[in-house]
């Protein structure tokens, strides 16, 4: 079996792996024009059936993606979501998968030109879910500060936008750390490199607005309205300042890739006893649940392959 997919989608058709080129000299231009989304397609089991979650709210995030960035659409929402579900069956996928989109520039040049009409490229891997795996990071407030909207607009899922969290993840790791968290240019909490962070205080959730330099992400929106509709827990968004991880009873990150990472400690502080506290253990449950569809609500947030 190949170690990559046998198709990929390009400019609105399934495209052999081998003939989804681009050339050379545009490689840096197209990275650094570049939008995308991160979705997770997640395998049921016992029904054999697989369900990608949250679709619609990644194509309209897409979308907004292209528009901030002043590109033109060159295909409609319906188009992409027809042309993923299409890819997911081509490419066989049957058990969690990592679903890609990306639309991109393709010039040589740095500079704005015409070209503003983009290719678009969606692509397939295979995942494997960390949900329930009883897995703690270790966390450390980045001497990174995260990007802000009127220099680099995180709200804006750009390819460019992850130097930033490169920068702070690569020293996180250096230094002995799992993970990092960036504080904005106010000095308050605003993201980790991949993932939005929660806190709990008090058996609430406290969470930084969507105005505090982060992506505007699905999972914790997601994650807000499980508390708020079926677990009964209070949310706050609000300013969070650095020394309120150290206090925290539980803290995790969320995101599509990071799922529900609980957070064992923060710059050393031990977070409660260490281990995953009994906020997380419900949320990470009821979303286990609910992306493989074992849990039958909110099913217009899964679309089925
Ligand atoms: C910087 C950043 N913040 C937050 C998130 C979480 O967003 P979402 O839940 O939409 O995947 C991501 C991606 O997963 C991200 O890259």
Known sequence: MADHPQFIWLDGKL???SEGTIH???VGTAGVSSVFEGILAYWNESAQRLFVFQLDAHLARLAQS???????????TAEIKEGLLSLLRANECAGDTYIRPLAFVESTLFGVTDQNAPRIVLNTTPWASKLKGGKVAHACVSSWARLSDNVMPPRVKAASNYLNSRLAAEEARRNGYDAAILLNQ?????????ACVMIVRNGKIITPTVTSGILESITRATLIQLCREVLEIQVIEREVDRTELYVASEA???????????LASVDRFTLGDGGIGPITTQLENLYHDLVRGIDARYGEWRTEV
């Open 66 to 76: 292209i528009r901030l960035m002043r590109m033109q659409q060159p295909f409609s």
């Open 15 to 17: 495209t052999r792996w």
């Open 24 to 26: 050379i000299t545009t």
């Open 186 to 194: 106010n000095g308050k909490v605003a993201e980790a490199p991949g």
């Open 252 to 262: 995790f990150l969320c995101g599509t890739g990071a799922e529900i990472m609980p």
